[in-house]
C-alpha cells in the first residue's frame, strides 16, 4: 500500500518568513494529494489540494508543487503569520478511492 | 451546529471496558470514516463504509468493530479497550456523487484505557 513520509516533524519559523514542508510518496498510481491544517482542539480541515495532472496549484498565501518522477510534493507558506500556526498533514491516493495515507504531521509554530 | 458531530469528546476508561464512540453527520454524505491519530503517526483509517449495507477494514481494524446505522450515523466500537488504544479519534465524511475526495472532520473523541 501507500506509504507518506513527511519532513519536518516541527517547524519553527519568524513571523513574515516562508515555510515549507516536504512529502513523499511511494505508490505511482497516485494521483491526489491533499493538505490539510490542524489547529488545536478541532479536526483536521482542507486547505488545499493539487491532482497529478498539474504540477504547481496556488491558492493566495499557500501552494503546492508536485514531481511526480521523484514521487514528492511540498506545501508552501509565504508571509507567514501567527494564525498559520498549526499541525500540517500530507496526504496521498488514488482520486476519490477511500484508502487514503496520511503523513505524520509537521507543527509549524510561526513567532510574532 | 457542527456538520459532523462525535461524542463523546473525552473518555477514559478501564481496560477490558466496552467502548463506543458516535458519529452523526449533517453533510448529506455517503462516505463516512473512522481513523485514529497518534503522535508522530499522523492519521490512521480503521474502517470506512459507502453506505449503510457497506463496511470496509482500513490500515488498522484488528480490536475495531463499526455500525453505519443509517446514512447520517456511523459508530466505532472497541469490544474490549486495551491501553495501546489511547488515542484521538476522528470521524470523517466524504461525498461521493460529484465529491472532490475533501474529507471533513469531526473535532474529534479523546479515548484513554488505563
Known sequence: GENVEQHPSTLSVQEGDSAVIKCTYSD?????????????GKGPQLIIDIRSNVGEKKDQRIAVTLNKTAKHFSLHITETQPEDSAVYFCAASIYNNNDMRFGAGT?????? | DADVTQTPRNRITKTGKRIMLECSQTKGHDRMYWYRQDPGLGLRLIYYSFDVKDINKGEISDGYSVS??????FSLSLESAIPNQTALYFCATSDLAGGTGELFFGEGSRLTVL
Do not use: D, G, I, M
Open chain 2, 68 to 73: 453505519r446505522q443509517a446514512q447520517a450515523k
Open chain 1, 107 to 112: 507543527r509549524l509554530t510561526v513567532k510574532p
Open chain 1, 28 to 40: 505511482s498510481a497516485s494521483n491526489y494529494f491533499p493538505w490539510y491544517k490542524q489547529e488545536l
